[in-house]
C-alpha cells in the first residue's frame, strides 16, 4: 500500500509558476515509477510527466516538455513537478500517482493521490 498527498496547486496568472509535491508513505518509495496527471472537468485523465524509479529516466506530454520538471528525492519519499509558464490551458486537477511500470497510461498506476487544484487565469 501506498499513500500519496499532493500539495502546491493555487491560482495563478498566465506566464507564472507553481511548485507540485507529493509525499508518499507506506510501502517503498523507491520501488515505483512516480507521475503526474491532470484532469479537467468534462475531460479525461491527462498524462502530464513521469520518473522512472531508477536510472533518472524522466517522460513527458508533448504538452508539457520545455515548461514543466518532474523530479523524485527517494530518501525523502518526495516527488516535485515544478511548473513554468503556465497558461490557462493548464488549468486542471493534478495527481500524483504511483505503479510499478513505466508508462503514460492511467491505467498502469495501482495508487493515486486526492488532487491538487491548479487554476491558471489570463
Known amino acids: 500500500q501506498v499513500q500519496l498527498v499532493e500539495s502546491g496547486g493555487g491560482l495563478v496568472q498566465a506566464g507564472g509558476s507553481l511548485r507540485l509535491s507529493c509525499a508518499a508513505s507506506?510501502?517503498?518509495?523507491?520501488?515505483?515509477?512516480m507521475g503526474w496527471f491532470r484532469q479537467a472537468p468534462g475531460k479525461e485523465r491527462e498524462f502530464v510527466a513521469a520518473?522512472?524509479?531508477?536510472?533518472?529516466?524522466?517522460y513527458y506530454a508533448d504538452s508539457a516538455k520545455g515548461r514543466f520538471t518532474i523530479s523524485r528525492d527517494n530518501a525523502k519519499n518526495t516527488v516535485i513537478l515544478q511548473m513554468n509558464s503556465l497558461k490557462p490551458e493548464d488549468t486542471a486537477v493534478y495527481y500524483c500517482?504511483?505503479?510499478?511500470?513505466?508508462?503514460?497510461?492511467?491505467?498502469?498506476?495501482?495508487?493515486w493521490g486526492q488532487g491538487t487544484q491548479v487554476t491558471v487565469s489570463s
Open positions: 507506506g510501502r517503498t518509495f523507491s520501488i515505483y515509477t
Open positions: 500517482a504511483a505503479g510499478p511500470l513505466g508508462s503514460s497510461s492511467v491505467g498502469d498506476y495501482n495508487y
Open positions: 520518473a522512472a524509479r531508477s536510472g533518472g529516466r524522466t
